[in-house]
């Protein structure tokens, strides 16, 4: 996904190992439904953040094509748009401890969600890319991507979050 505007203060953000960290654990340990989905994260950074789905066949949505449910693909992306807002949210208070941010999450939740399939998903893998475009005090609105093993964008989706 390409960041369409970005600032220098985005750019110069690092999060501490302490907090990715606990974000992988609120992510793989504390949010069951990830596991279910066999979401994985790969990468986390202020302005995006990006994770992967292995294609099993509990997740077969159409037995005559082997192609992935139209629900995983819309629950994996709600999930990668909370996961956006987590990362903007804890780059917008780096001036907290880690364990303050981590804190924050448990107020968000989704309030709307978008989701538009363009091409079917078949594949070994996907892939799926999530930043947020706007990040206020009350509410959060994201943008992600659902990808094929070869980059082909397959669905995308919109969302907004409660933050506070």
Request: charged share 25%; proline share 2%; net charge neutral.
């Amino acid at each position: 996904m390409q960041r369409m505007t970005s600032t220098p203060a985005e750019t110069l953000i690092q999060f501490e190992p302490e907090f990715i960290e606990g974000v992988r654990d609120i992510w793989h340990n504390k949010i069951i439904f990830n596991q279910t989905l066999g979401l994985k994260l790969v990468d986390i950074a202020p302005e995006a953040v990006s994770a992967r789905i292995d294609m099993r066949r509990e997740l077969v949505g159409h037995y005559a094509y082997n192609r992935i449910h139209g629900g995983v693909i819309s629950a994996g992306l709600d999930a990668m748009g909370g996961l956006a807002v987590m990362a903007a949210i804890g780059a917008r208070h780096m001036d907290e401890s880690v364990q303050k941010r981590l804190d924050r999450f448990k107020f968000l939740g989704t309030i709307d969600l978008r989701i538009d399939y363009l091409r079917p998903g078949i594949g070994e893998y996907f892939t799926l890319h999530a930043e947020v475009m706007r990040l206020g005090s009350r509410v959060a609105s994201t943008r992600m991507e659902f990808r094929a093993a070869d980059g082909k964008l397959l669905s995308t989706g919109s969302a907004a979050y409660i933050v506070s």
